[in-house]
């Protein structure tokens, strides 16, 4: 018996040392000192022997465990350490390698004149809405007082879904919508994207952005309409900046009006930037037509109000000095990268 542990202690040893994964390892554990292990197998027979044999192979039994169980203890942390280091070794970072960068983006011009638009009309008290561009042509242009015949859908050709879903070709719907669903007093603005069949060139494209803003409440007169307005142009453009309302034509307001600012370049004198006018063009704008406010269910004898439609590309191309309307829209970065 005492040979039989010797040699166990001895293959053990032998094969702990030329073992070299940390599973054939775990494997030898079991197989030596497991409860269906070599040892135990051994130990099992010791009732077999003599009372003056037993303490002698039961020292021996504990000695060659004792052993056995360093060896394994000890080849454990060699293959751990080993391992560890070939893991580093292959995850070794090289930080002299040149990094990956990451371009940030940024705000394209549109959004830049958008957000000041909306800040300046969010700090007179008005609320930011937003609606569908896929419209109904109730919304578009008949709850507007633009019927099926009327000359102005001619200039407001747009892509139609089919006879009543189009593509609109305003915010003024938005006016609709909102007063549908409020009560005045009512101050909003409404921005987004519009659309018309307009051949693509500098100064058109068919598709652009307004900014719609509408005041409804009792006593709105022309007055408080001019008042908002050459805040929003002063607060955009700086405070010399001069406005004038020029008489026009809008089937949704009475009476309507075009707003010119005077020409920075040339202070009204005329140059090439306004065309020799002194004035450029940036909004349309009016006193809700009765017939509108009617069609919302708001009673024109009680209530009146203004409203107003900005062209953002216009406003943007001046500010920046951009040229032509399709920069906008076709997402080149060197175009995109100087703002
Ligand atoms: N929707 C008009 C357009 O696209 C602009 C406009 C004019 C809006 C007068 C208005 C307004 O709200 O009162 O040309």
Not at 257 to 285: F, P
Not at 328 to 333: I, L, S, V
């Amino acid at each position: 018996m005492k040979q039989a542990l010797e040699q166990i202690k001895q293959a053990a040893i032998e094969q702990l040392e030329n073992c070299t994964d940390l599973k054939a390892l775990e494997e030898l554990k079991i197989k030596y000192l497991g409860k269906k292990g070599e040892l135990t197998a051994i130990l099992k027979q010791m009732g077999k022997l003599s009372k003056e044999e037993r303490p002698v192979i039961g020292q021996l039994a504990n000695e060659v465990r004792a052993t056995i169980e360093e060896e394994v203890k000890t080849r454990t942390e060699q293959l751990q350490q080993k391992a560890l280091e070939e893991q580093l070794k292959s995850e070794k970072i090289d930080v002299t390698m040149p990094g990956q960068t990451f371009e940030l983006g940024k705000k394209h011009p549109l959004t830049i004149v958008m957000d000041e638009v909306k800040q300046i009309f969010l700090g007179m008290g008005f609320d930011v809405v937003d609606g569908p561009e896929v419209e109904l042509d109730y919304y578009n242009f008949e709850a507007l007082n633009i019927p099926k015949d009327h000359p102005a859908r001619d200039t407001q050709d747009t892509f139609y879904i089919n006879d009543n879903v189009l593509l609109r070709t305003q915010t003024s719907p938005m006016q609709i919508r909102t007063m549908e669903q409020r009560k005045p007093p009512i101050r909003i603005i409404a921005p987004g994207r519009v659309y018309r069949s307009d051949a693509l060139d500098a100064t058109h494209s068919p598709v652009f952005h307004q900014i719609e803003g509408m005041v409804v409440d009792k006593n709105v007169t022309m007055a408080d309409l001019k008042g908002t307005l050459e805040l929003f142009i002063k607060s955009l453009y700086g405070e010399d900046s001069v406005i004038r309302l020029r008489p026009h034509h809008f089937p949704f307001t009475e009476p309507s009006a075009e707003i010119d600012v005077m020409c920075y370049n040339c202070h009204g004198k005329g140059c090439r930037l306004c065309k020799g006018e002194g004035w450029i063009e940036i909004l349309g704008a009016g006193m809700i037509h009765p017939k509108v406010l009617s069609v919302c269910g708001i009673d024109p004898e009680e209530y009146s109000g203004f409203a107003f439609g900005i062209g953002l590309e216009r406003i943007v191309m001046r500010r920046f000095a951009i040229d032509d309307i399709r920069l906008f829209f076709e997402n080149d970065k060197r175009f995109l990268d100087q703002f």
